[in-house]
């Protein structure tokens, strides 16, 4: 889960504009980037990655926390994509709000959720992003098989009319195994992905937290190895276009989505070294979602990743 910003937001000594001076740190060899602020216009992340050393980043394009959408103005779509080309920024993440739920069993909130996910279909399209990152949600009330079911037709209900070809793919995210959430298992997530692949260009995100907590062993090199060929067998690595790269709080199996800084937590630092130089990760984006809680965290993160890429070499 990327960190939420304030509800009442405000310029922060957190915020990469205040401290950044001078020349940016320069990009690594792998696409390797952070969640950022779109505060000050949604424009601005574009920036605030650049002044961070990424050269891909992942944004919300609304509040996660409320069904009134924020109103892009053309001129900010428009500024996203300059920017974006002006620091050779790719690819580009827009995460849902974490309000959509596709699986509801309730029907107002299941139409609200339809009517939220078209609205980020829309906006993903208007600012030129790649991919559209979406927790699949909530079977409670139904079967898994129905839940599934129903993200698929929902999606496929939001997307109506939209020319979704060759402009963005959907990805699933894996999620940390809650009781009656979609996309605990990598078989869960697989099945949705050749339930939509008829329907729209489609993906997976793999979190590492959420695959660490829910109970797939990523630290050990033995496990390290059955995860990841688990994870081929049932998905297809070639299919994950985004990886979200962040350490957990608590341990392998707890269900518990808690993300720490990269090293610092039960994930540890060897998994992410590992990851960062498979020759079969190479295609994918590496985004962490970890707190800003100090002042160049963020900053700290992307560097701690990209030397980690550069170690294996």
């Known amino acids: 889960m990327p960190p939420q910003e304030s509800r009442k937001p405000k310029l922060s ?14 990009p ?20 605030r990655a650049y002044r961070l050393g990424a050269n891909t980043f992942q944004i919300f394009s609304s509040s996660p926390r409320q069904w ?10 428009a500024a996203m994509r300059s920017l974006r080309e002006k620091y050779a920024l ?10 959509v739920n596709l699986a509801s069993v309730t029907p107002d909130f299941h139409r609200k959720s ?12 208007a600012l030129g992003a790649d991919f559209l990152v979406l927790h699949p949600g909530s079977f409670r009330g139904r ?24 402009s963005l793919r959907i990805l699933i995210e894996n999620t940390a195994g809650a009781e009656f959430s979609l996309g605990g298992s990598f078989d869960q997530v697989g099945e949705l992905l050749r339930y939509l692949q008829t329907v729209c260009p489609v993906g997976a995100c793999i979190d590492t937290c959420h695959t660490h907590v829910s109970g797939y062993d990523i630290v050990s090199e033995e496990g390290w190895r059955e995860t990841m060929q688990k994870l081929d067998e049932t998905i297809g690595i070639n299919n994950v276009f985004v990886w979200h790269c962040n350490d957990a709080k608590d341990p392998c199996g707890s269900r518990r989505d808690r ?7 039960t994930i540890g630092l ?8 498979d020759p079969r990760t190479e295609h994918a984006a590496f985004i962490a979602e970890t707190p800003i809680e100090e002042p160049q965290d963020d900053l700290r993160t992307i560097e701690t990743l990209k030397s980690l890429a550069e170690s294996g070499q």
């Open 28 to 47: 690594g060899r792998r696409r390797i980037g952070i969640h950022t602020s779109t505060f000050g216009g949604v424009q601005s992340a574009a920036e």
């Open 259 to 265: 993300h720490e800084h990269i090293g610092k937590g």
């Open 13 to 26: 000594l957190k915020d990469v504009l205040l401290w950044s001076e001078g020349e940016p740190p320069k």
């Open 114 to 125: 339809v009517e939220a996910f078209r609205g980020e279909l829309e906006r993903t399209l």
């Open 90 to 99: 790719g690819p580009m993440a827009i995460h849902t709000s974490y309000l």
């Open 143 to 166: 079967s898994r098989e129905e839940g599934l079911e129903l993200v698929a037709r929902s999606i496929e209900e939001s997307a109506e009319g939209l020319n979704l070809k060759n």
């Open 68 to 77: 009134k959408p924020y109103a892009l103005t053309e001129a900010q779509c």
């Open 270 to 277: 060897e998994p992410f070294r590992r990851l960062l130089n």
